[in-house]
């Protein structure tokens, strides 16, 4: 089976699948029998072409290091903004890795509706979107036969997601909690060695783990986010950002951690989901955890979950929940695990 792919976006994390589809050409097709062409690639800032017969990946990606956008790129046809693209081309797959926006879930809600309403599969990592329409998205793609996929909004490549519908299928999950944003928890292990907050944030900064302005991450709405999709995919929850009462770190001090260290603890970033006199709740707060709970040995950028169930009692999945690659992969294996699931 011959999928044609359209990037509705093209930074880091839609060139992270650009160069695995390159290098996993052969291995996808001879293991899987999954076959692509990129068709198109539409970006605000790196342009815009699309080319029916599929473009040379190869020569786009080398383009876009060279100059930052696709405008060198000698064939097909330029200038198509995202909308246009999506309804207007042969692409049977919408890969949407524009920016998030938590606020409104734009440019992302538009562009997952517009491709859905055409009957395109959409596989995104764009948290705005699903964090605040699952329900009504998914509802859209049921009805159009096709399929939405979104395993990179929660730890990137670490397969939370699938594993909570997949390998966990059957079991009652009736708590997750975890660590859900890397550069928090850089941020936090550099504190618990004694740099100030100032001091760890300018680290993540020149590191790129956080952004020049990192309000997403150190006010808690990346996990935000996160949990809301959980809550609502795995455990049937009806939660928006709205529902979820959210602290970041900005208010940790050396002080506190200092003090929790003597107490045998260490703060972590925690996102937490449970069910309550028979509803959903959630929460993402700044909490002390000690020894004898396997978060506390989380450090650095690494993200992990724990998913408390009926049937196996506590599964817990760690991994990178951040990266070029990483990220990208989440993308390979949605794109993977909807052509396997068409028995193709």
């Avoid at 959903?280 to 002390?288: E, F, G, R, T």
């Amino acid at each position: 089976m011959s999928y044609k792919l359209a990037f509705i976006g093209f930074g880091v994390v839609g060139q992270g699948l650009a160069k695995l589809l390159v290098e996993k050409r052969g291995y996808l097709k001879n293991n899987f029998g999954l076959e692509y062409a990129v068709t198109a690639v539409s970006d605000p800032v790196k342009g815009s072409v699309y080319q029916e017969e599929g473009l040379d990946l190869i020569k786009i990606l080398e383009q876009v290091e060279k100059d930052g956008d696709v405008g060198g790129y000698d064939k097909g046809i330029k200038g198509w903004d995202s909308l246009k693209t999506i309804n207007d081309t042969n692409a049977d797959v919408i890969i949407e890795v524009s920016p998030t926006n938590i606020e409104t879930g734009e440019p992302g809600v538009s562009h997952i509706r517009a491709a859905l309403g055409k009957k395109k599969n959409v596989i995104t990592t764009n948290k705005g979107p699903v964090a605040l329409l699952h329900k009504e998205l998914s509802e859209l793609a049921k009805k159009n036969g096709v399929v939405l996929k979104f395993e990179g909004t929660v730890l990137s490549g670490t397969p939370a997601i699938n594993l909570s519908l997949d390998a966990l299928a059957g079991a009652d999950v009736r708590e997750i909690k975890g660590i859900m944003n890397g550069t928090t928890n850089y941020m936090l292990t550099k504190m618990a060695e004694g740099q100030s907050y100032d001091e760890v944030l300018k680290d993540a900064q020149r590191l790129g783990y956080a952004e020049t302005k990192p309000d997403a991450d150190v006010k808690g709405w990346d996990a935000q986010a996160k949990i809301v999709i959980l809550a609502n995919v795995v455990m049937g929850g009806v939660l928006t950002p709205k529902d979820v009462h959210t602290e970041g770190i900005t208010q940790i001090t050396l002080d506190d951690i200092e003090k929790a260290r003597k107490d045998g603890k260490r703060y972590k970033l925690i996102g937490h989901a449970w069910k309550e006199s028979g509803k959903v709740m959630a929460k993402v707060s700044p909490q002390l955890v000690s020894a004898d709970d396997f978060l506390y040995h989380v450090d650095g950028v690494i993200n992990a979950l724990t998913f408390d169930t009926d049937v196996l009692g506590k599964v817990t999945i760690v991994g990178p929940g951040a990266g070029k690659k990483e990220t990208g992969f989440s993308l390979l294996v949605d794109l993977l695990n909807m052509h396997c699931a068409r028995g193709e």
